[in-house]
Protein backbone atom coordinates (compact mmCIF):
# COMPACT_ATOMS: atom_id res chain seq x y z
CA UNK A 1 0.00 0.00 0.00
CA UNK A 2 2.84 2.40 0.66
CA UNK A 3 4.71 1.34 -2.29
CA UNK A 4 1.44 2.46 -4.35
CA UNK A 5 1.15 5.78 -2.32
CA UNK A 6 4.75 6.97 -2.98
CA UNK A 7 4.06 5.82 -7.31
CA UNK A 8 0.78 7.63 -7.26
CA UNK A 9 2.37 10.72 -5.23
CA UNK A 10 5.15 10.98 -7.02
CA UNK A 11 3.48 11.13 -10.26
CA UNK A 12 0.63 13.63 -9.15
CA UNK A 13 3.10 15.82 -7.47
CA UNK A 14 4.11 17.72 -10.67
CA UNK A 15 0.67 18.37 -11.47
CA UNK A 16 -0.58 19.45 -7.89
CA UNK A 17 1.78 22.56 -8.29
CA UNK A 18 0.94 23.24 -11.68
CA UNK A 19 -2.60 23.91 -10.36
CA UNK A 20 -2.03 25.38 -7.31
CA UNK A 21 -0.06 28.60 -9.18
CA UNK A 22 -2.70 28.64 -12.04
CA UNK A 23 -5.05 29.15 -9.17
CA UNK A 24 -3.12 31.60 -7.47
CA UNK A 25 -2.53 33.58 -10.99
CA UNK A 26 -6.06 33.30 -11.73
CA UNK A 27 -7.28 34.08 -8.04
CA UNK A 28 -9.41 37.52 -8.99
CA UNK A 29 -11.12 36.30 -12.32
CA UNK A 30 -14.64 34.89 -11.92
CA UNK A 31 -15.38 31.27 -13.45
CA UNK A 32 -12.28 30.61 -12.74
CA UNK A 33 -12.79 26.91 -10.84
CA UNK A 34 -14.87 25.62 -13.82
CA UNK A 35 -12.51 26.54 -16.19
CA UNK A 36 -9.90 24.68 -14.11
CA UNK A 37 -11.85 22.05 -12.70
CA UNK A 38 -13.10 21.75 -16.40
CA UNK A 39 -8.82 21.41 -17.46
CA UNK A 40 -8.37 18.43 -14.77
CA UNK A 41 -11.57 16.64 -15.98
CA UNK A 42 -10.14 16.91 -19.46
CA UNK A 43 -6.96 15.72 -18.75
CA UNK A 44 -8.06 12.99 -16.75
CA UNK A 45 -9.99 12.02 -19.26
CA UNK A 46 -7.24 12.31 -21.75
CA UNK A 47 -4.86 10.43 -19.19
CA UNK A 48 -7.45 7.20 -19.69
CA UNK A 49 -7.46 7.63 -23.41
CA UNK A 50 -3.82 7.92 -23.78
CA UNK A 51 -3.14 4.81 -20.98
CA UNK A 52 -5.77 2.55 -23.34
CA UNK A 53 -3.66 3.40 -26.41
CA UNK A 54 -0.32 3.45 -24.40
CA UNK A 55 0.83 0.69 -26.53
CA UNK A 56 0.06 1.46 -30.11
CA UNK A 57 1.20 5.29 -28.61
CA UNK A 58 4.72 3.98 -28.55
CA UNK A 59 4.84 2.11 -32.07
CA UNK A 60 4.49 5.17 -33.51
CA UNK A 61 7.65 6.76 -35.33
CA UNK A 62 9.76 3.80 -35.23
CA UNK A 63 8.94 2.96 -31.14
CA UNK A 64 9.49 6.76 -30.42
CA UNK A 65 5.63 8.14 -30.54
CA UNK A 66 5.55 8.66 -26.58
CA UNK A 67 9.04 11.08 -26.48
CA UNK A 68 7.40 12.51 -29.45
CA UNK A 69 4.10 12.52 -27.61
CA UNK A 70 5.25 13.83 -24.41
CA UNK A 71 7.23 16.56 -26.24
CA UNK A 72 4.49 17.90 -28.43
CA UNK A 73 2.01 18.19 -25.69
CA UNK A 74 4.95 19.64 -23.68
CA UNK A 75 5.63 22.23 -26.38
CA UNK A 76 1.99 23.40 -26.26
CA UNK A 77 1.92 23.95 -22.43
CA UNK A 78 5.37 26.49 -23.06
CA UNK A 79 3.25 28.07 -26.02
CA UNK A 80 0.16 28.77 -23.87
CA UNK A 81 2.46 29.47 -20.43
CA UNK A 82 4.56 32.24 -22.80
CA UNK A 83 1.37 33.46 -24.50
CA UNK A 84 -0.30 34.12 -21.04
CA UNK A 85 2.71 36.27 -19.87
CA UNK A 86 2.22 38.35 -22.89
CA UNK A 87 -1.15 39.03 -22.89
CA UNK A 88 -1.17 39.51 -18.46
CA UNK A 89 2.11 42.34 -20.13
CA UNK A 90 -0.44 44.29 -22.22
CA UNK A 91 -3.26 43.94 -19.66
CA UNK A 92 -2.16 43.84 -16.79
CA UNK A 93 -0.78 46.86 -16.35
CA UNK A 94 -4.18 48.44 -17.84
CA UNK A 95 -6.04 46.03 -14.76
CA UNK A 96 -3.48 47.94 -12.19
CA UNK A 97 -4.14 51.53 -13.79
CA UNK A 98 -7.83 51.49 -13.83
CA UNK A 99 -9.70 49.31 -11.07
CA UNK A 100 -13.17 50.30 -12.79
CA UNK A 101 -12.30 48.57 -16.14
CA UNK A 102 -12.15 45.89 -13.69
CA UNK A 103 -15.56 44.10 -15.67
CA UNK A 104 -14.29 44.58 -19.08
CA UNK A 105 -11.07 42.84 -18.30
CA UNK A 106 -13.23 39.90 -16.73
CA UNK A 107 -15.02 39.38 -19.73
CA UNK A 108 -11.43 39.47 -21.72
CA UNK A 109 -10.39 37.09 -18.59
CA UNK A 110 -11.62 34.35 -20.27
CA UNK A 111 -8.86 34.46 -23.17
CA UNK A 112 -5.91 33.19 -20.43
CA UNK A 113 -8.20 31.24 -18.85
CA UNK A 114 -8.70 28.90 -21.65
CA UNK A 115 -4.59 29.20 -21.85
CA UNK A 116 -4.33 28.05 -18.45
CA UNK A 117 -7.09 25.75 -18.54
CA UNK A 118 -5.38 23.72 -21.28
CA UNK A 119 -1.79 23.89 -19.09
CA UNK A 120 -3.95 22.37 -16.30
CA UNK A 121 -5.12 19.54 -18.84
CA UNK A 122 -1.75 18.77 -19.97
CA UNK A 123 -0.07 18.27 -16.49
CA UNK A 124 -2.91 16.40 -15.51
CA UNK A 125 -2.40 14.11 -18.82
CA UNK A 126 0.93 13.86 -18.73
CA UNK A 127 1.14 12.60 -15.37
CA UNK A 128 -1.93 10.57 -15.05
CA UNK A 129 -1.52 8.16 -17.76
CA UNK A 130 0.91 6.67 -15.62
CA UNK A 131 -1.26 6.51 -12.47
CA UNK A 132 -3.89 4.80 -14.94
CA UNK A 133 -1.80 2.53 -16.49
CA UNK A 134 -0.28 1.58 -12.85
CA UNK A 135 -3.34 1.10 -10.69
CA UNK A 136 -4.75 -0.33 -13.98
CA UNK A 137 -2.12 -2.86 -14.07
CA UNK A 138 -2.84 -3.50 -10.03
CA UNK A 139 -6.66 -4.10 -10.29
CA UNK A 140 -6.52 -6.48 -13.21
CA UNK A 141 -4.29 -8.45 -10.95
CA UNK A 142 -6.43 -11.25 -9.03
CA UNK A 143 -5.15 -11.22 -5.58
CA UNK A 144 -6.14 -9.65 -2.01
CA UNK A 145 -3.65 -6.89 -2.22
CA UNK A 146 -5.71 -5.27 -5.17
CA UNK A 147 -7.83 -3.75 -2.67
CA UNK A 148 -5.17 -2.02 -0.06
CA UNK A 149 -2.85 -0.83 -3.13
CA UNK A 150 -5.55 1.26 -4.90
CA UNK A 151 -6.26 2.62 -1.08
CA UNK A 152 -2.71 3.64 -1.28
CA UNK A 153 -3.20 5.11 -4.83
CA UNK A 154 -6.14 7.72 -3.65
CA UNK A 155 -4.19 8.56 -0.65
CA UNK A 156 -1.31 9.46 -2.38
CA UNK A 157 -4.11 11.23 -4.78
CA UNK A 158 -5.41 13.03 -1.95
CA UNK A 159 -1.84 14.03 -1.30
CA UNK A 160 -1.01 15.30 -4.59
CA UNK A 161 -4.61 17.51 -3.68
CA UNK A 162 -2.64 18.65 -0.40
CA UNK A 163 0.60 19.95 -2.41
CA UNK A 164 -1.81 22.37 -4.87
CA UNK A 165 -3.54 23.62 -1.96
CA UNK A 166 -0.42 24.14 -0.32
CA UNK A 167 0.90 25.94 -3.19
CA UNK A 168 -2.06 27.71 -3.49
CA UNK A 169 -2.53 29.04 0.17
CA UNK A 170 1.28 29.60 0.18
CA UNK A 171 1.22 32.03 -3.22
CA UNK A 172 -2.08 33.96 -1.87
CA UNK A 173 0.26 35.04 1.36
CA UNK A 174 2.02 37.20 -1.30
CA UNK A 175 0.45 40.54 -1.47
CA UNK A 176 -1.30 41.22 -4.51
CA UNK A 177 1.24 43.62 -5.90
CA UNK A 178 4.27 41.41 -5.76
CA UNK A 179 2.34 38.75 -6.68
CA UNK A 180 1.55 39.49 -10.12
CA UNK A 181 5.26 39.98 -10.72
CA UNK A 182 6.13 36.71 -8.76
CA UNK A 183 3.64 34.63 -10.20
CA UNK A 184 5.30 36.09 -14.12
CA UNK A 185 8.48 35.22 -13.13
CA UNK A 186 6.98 31.20 -11.84
CA UNK A 187 5.38 30.73 -15.12
CA UNK A 188 8.32 32.60 -17.26
CA UNK A 189 10.55 29.89 -15.04
CA UNK A 190 7.75 27.14 -15.51
CA UNK A 191 7.29 27.16 -18.97
CA UNK A 192 11.35 27.19 -20.14
CA UNK A 193 11.80 23.98 -17.72
CA UNK A 194 8.89 22.57 -19.75
CA UNK A 195 10.87 23.59 -23.10
CA UNK A 196 13.73 22.18 -21.43
CA UNK A 197 12.09 18.77 -20.70
CA UNK A 198 10.83 18.61 -24.32
CA UNK A 199 13.88 18.82 -25.35
CA UNK A 200 14.81 16.15 -23.11
CA UNK A 201 11.95 14.12 -24.90
CA UNK A 202 13.29 14.59 -28.49
CA UNK A 203 16.98 13.37 -27.21
CA UNK A 204 15.35 10.36 -25.86
CA UNK A 205 14.38 9.77 -29.38
CA UNK A 206 17.17 10.45 -30.78
CA UNK A 207 15.78 13.41 -32.94
CA UNK A 208 18.19 16.33 -31.57
CA UNK A 209 21.11 14.96 -31.18
CA UNK A 210 23.49 17.89 -31.31
CA UNK A 211 24.68 19.66 -28.35
CA UNK A 212 24.25 16.51 -26.07
CA UNK A 213 27.13 16.78 -23.75
CA UNK A 214 26.47 16.96 -20.31
CA UNK A 215 27.41 20.66 -19.16
CA UNK A 216 27.42 19.55 -15.17
CA UNK A 217 26.40 16.94 -12.70
CA UNK A 218 25.38 18.40 -9.64
CA UNK A 219 23.80 15.50 -8.21
CA UNK A 220 25.62 15.05 -5.60
CA UNK A 221 24.39 18.46 -4.66
CA UNK A 222 21.24 17.91 -4.99
CA UNK A 223 19.98 14.81 -7.05
CA UNK A 224 16.84 15.37 -9.66
CA UNK A 225 15.25 12.62 -8.36
CA UNK A 226 14.77 14.00 -4.08
CA UNK A 227 12.11 15.23 -3.19
CA UNK A 228 13.51 18.95 -3.55
CA UNK A 229 15.18 18.06 -6.58
CA UNK A 230 11.86 17.46 -8.06
CA UNK A 231 10.40 20.10 -6.22
CA UNK A 232 12.43 22.64 -8.56
CA UNK A 233 12.52 20.20 -11.57
CA UNK A 234 8.55 21.17 -12.17
CA UNK A 235 9.20 24.75 -10.82
CA UNK A 236 12.10 25.64 -12.25
CA UNK A 237 13.37 22.87 -14.81
CA UNK A 238 15.85 21.90 -12.53
CA UNK A 239 18.10 19.11 -13.75
CA UNK A 240 21.25 17.61 -12.16
CA UNK A 241 22.74 16.39 -15.56
CA UNK A 242 21.88 18.92 -18.41
CA UNK A 243 23.27 19.00 -22.05
CA UNK A 244 23.83 21.78 -23.75
CA UNK A 245 20.30 22.09 -25.72
CA UNK A 246 18.39 21.86 -22.77
CA UNK A 247 20.13 24.72 -21.33
CA UNK A 248 20.20 26.75 -24.61
CA UNK A 249 16.55 26.13 -25.19
CA UNK A 250 16.27 26.91 -21.89
CA UNK A 251 17.67 30.34 -22.07
CA UNK A 252 16.20 31.05 -25.60
CA UNK A 253 12.68 30.68 -23.82
CA UNK A 254 13.63 33.50 -21.44
CA UNK A 255 14.87 35.29 -24.05
CA UNK A 256 11.82 35.07 -26.28
CA UNK A 257 9.38 35.46 -22.63
CA UNK A 258 11.21 38.34 -22.18
CA UNK A 259 11.10 40.06 -25.45
CA UNK A 260 7.68 39.47 -26.15
CA UNK A 261 6.39 40.92 -22.98
CA UNK A 262 8.58 44.14 -23.75
CA UNK A 263 7.53 44.61 -27.16
CA UNK A 264 3.66 44.43 -26.26
CA UNK A 265 4.59 46.44 -23.34
CA UNK A 266 5.49 49.33 -24.71
CA UNK A 267 2.61 49.74 -27.42
CA UNK A 268 0.53 51.80 -24.15
CA UNK A 269 3.42 53.60 -23.82
CA UNK A 270 4.09 55.10 -26.92
CA UNK A 271 0.62 55.98 -27.29
CA UNK A 272 -0.30 57.81 -24.13
CA UNK A 273 2.03 61.32 -24.87
CA UNK A 274 -0.67 61.38 -27.30
CA UNK A 275 -3.48 61.66 -24.86
CA UNK A 276 -2.06 63.78 -22.29
CA UNK B 1 11.36 48.00 -30.22
CA UNK B 2 12.63 47.05 -34.06
CA UNK B 3 15.96 45.90 -31.97
CA UNK B 4 14.02 43.59 -29.88
CA UNK B 5 12.03 42.45 -33.04
CA UNK B 6 14.93 41.83 -34.75
CA UNK B 7 16.47 39.75 -31.99
CA UNK B 8 13.13 37.76 -31.64
CA UNK B 9 13.38 36.63 -35.04
CA UNK B 10 17.16 35.86 -34.75
CA UNK B 11 16.37 33.70 -32.16
CA UNK B 12 13.91 31.94 -34.18
CA UNK B 13 16.16 31.75 -37.07
CA UNK B 14 18.80 30.07 -35.09
CA UNK B 15 16.44 27.65 -33.50
CA UNK B 16 15.09 26.62 -37.16
CA UNK B 17 18.89 26.12 -37.98
CA UNK B 18 19.80 24.59 -34.96
CA UNK B 19 16.87 21.63 -35.40
CA UNK B 20 17.98 21.81 -39.31
CA UNK B 21 21.77 20.94 -38.72
CA UNK B 22 20.53 18.16 -35.99
CA UNK B 23 17.86 16.15 -37.92
CA UNK B 24 20.73 15.29 -40.66
CA UNK B 25 23.27 14.81 -37.59
CA UNK B 26 20.95 12.37 -35.96
CA UNK B 27 20.62 10.15 -39.18
CA UNK B 28 24.39 9.44 -39.25
CA UNK B 29 25.03 9.06 -35.55
CA UNK B 30 22.41 6.33 -35.30
CA UNK B 31 23.96 3.89 -37.80
CA UNK B 32 26.65 3.83 -35.82
CA UNK B 33 24.73 2.39 -32.28
CA UNK B 34 25.31 -0.73 -30.37
CA UNK B 35 21.91 -2.58 -30.10
CA UNK B 36 21.24 -5.12 -27.06
CA UNK B 37 18.06 -7.54 -26.17
CA UNK B 38 16.33 -7.36 -22.82
CA UNK B 39 13.57 -8.46 -21.96
CA UNK B 40 11.04 -8.51 -18.65
CA UNK B 41 9.24 -10.66 -17.44
CA UNK B 42 7.70 -12.14 -14.14
CA UNK B 43 8.82 -8.28 -12.56
CA UNK B 44 12.70 -9.48 -13.77
CA UNK B 45 14.90 -8.12 -17.05
CA UNK B 46 16.62 -10.49 -18.63
CA UNK B 47 19.74 -10.19 -18.74
CA UNK B 48 19.97 -8.93 -15.60
CA UNK B 49 23.07 -7.13 -16.63
CA UNK B 50 24.00 -5.99 -20.24
CA UNK B 51 27.38 -3.98 -21.28
CA UNK B 52 27.91 -1.88 -24.07
CA UNK B 53 31.17 -0.07 -25.30
CA UNK B 54 31.90 3.73 -23.78
CA UNK B 55 31.53 6.60 -25.66
CA UNK B 56 28.86 4.92 -28.21
CA UNK B 57 24.58 5.24 -28.76
CA UNK B 58 23.19 1.91 -27.10
CA UNK B 59 19.73 0.95 -28.58
CA UNK B 60 17.96 -1.22 -26.07
CA UNK B 61 15.34 -3.85 -28.17
CA UNK B 62 13.15 -4.03 -24.98
CA UNK B 63 10.10 -6.64 -24.91
CA UNK B 64 7.83 -6.15 -22.01
CA UNK B 65 6.84 -10.11 -22.06
CA UNK B 66 4.43 -9.33 -18.91
CA UNK B 67 0.44 -8.65 -19.49
CA UNK B 68 1.07 -5.38 -17.14
CA UNK B 69 2.43 -1.94 -18.03
CA UNK B 70 5.69 -1.19 -16.63
CA UNK B 71 8.15 2.11 -16.73
CA UNK B 72 11.05 1.08 -17.66
CA UNK B 73 13.42 4.07 -15.98
CA UNK B 74 17.15 4.82 -15.47
CA UNK B 75 18.21 8.23 -13.44
CA UNK B 76 21.44 8.07 -14.63
CA UNK B 77 21.03 6.99 -17.95
CA UNK B 78 18.60 9.34 -17.99
CA UNK B 79 15.69 6.97 -19.59
CA UNK B 80 11.90 7.38 -18.77
CA UNK B 81 9.70 5.17 -20.54
CA UNK B 82 6.23 3.82 -20.39
CA UNK B 83 5.85 -0.18 -21.76
CA UNK B 84 2.34 -1.14 -22.42
CA UNK B 85 1.97 -5.01 -21.40
CA UNK B 86 2.96 -7.15 -24.47
CA UNK B 87 5.18 -4.94 -26.16
CA UNK B 88 8.10 -4.28 -27.40
CA UNK B 89 9.90 -0.73 -27.12
CA UNK B 90 12.62 0.80 -28.12
CA UNK B 91 15.01 2.81 -25.66
CA UNK B 92 17.81 5.16 -27.21
CA UNK B 93 20.87 5.63 -24.64
CA UNK B 94 23.11 8.48 -25.72
CA UNK B 95 26.56 7.92 -25.06
CA UNK B 96 28.08 6.80 -21.74
CA UNK B 97 31.71 6.66 -19.70
CA UNK B 98 32.55 3.50 -18.78
CA UNK B 99 30.48 2.92 -15.86
CA UNK B 100 27.97 0.97 -13.94
CA UNK B 101 24.22 2.50 -14.93
CA UNK B 102 21.25 1.06 -12.76
CA UNK B 103 17.84 0.90 -14.65
CA UNK B 104 14.66 -0.52 -13.21
CA UNK B 105 11.06 -0.31 -13.17
CA UNK B 106 9.18 2.24 -12.00
CA UNK B 107 6.43 0.43 -10.40
CA UNK B 108 8.09 -2.09 -8.59
CA UNK B 109 10.80 -0.51 -8.11
CA UNK B 110 12.64 -2.64 -5.31
CA UNK B 111 12.92 -5.86 -6.97
CA UNK B 112 12.93 -4.87 -10.30
CA UNK B 113 16.40 -3.61 -11.41
CA UNK B 114 19.13 -4.36 -13.76
CA UNK B 115 21.97 -2.90 -14.93
CA UNK B 116 23.81 -1.85 -17.97
CA UNK B 117 27.31 -1.41 -17.66
CA UNK B 118 29.50 0.62 -19.89
CA UNK B 119 33.71 -0.59 -20.68
Not at chain 1, 33 to 50: D, E, H, K, Q, T
Amino acid sequence: MLAALIIVFREVFEAGLIIGIVLAVTRTVPGRNLWIGGGVLAGVAAACVVAAFAGALSQQFAGMGQELFNASILGVAVVMLTWHNVWMARHGSELAGEMRAMGRAVAEGSKPLLALAVVVGVAVLREGSEVVLFLYGVLATDGGSAGSVALGGFAGLALGAAVCLLTYFGLLRIPMRALFTTTTVLIALLAAGMAAQATAFLEQANWITALNTVVWDSGWLLSDSSFVGRALHTLIGYTDQPTAMELTVYLAVLLVTFVLMRLTRSAPKVAQPAHS
Amino acid sequence: MSVAKLLSKSVFTAAAVCLASTLSIGVVQAQQATEIELSYKDKKFTPAEITAPANTAVVIKFKNLDAKAMEFESKTLKVEKVVAGSTDAVINVRPQKPGRYEFFDEYNEKTARGALVVK
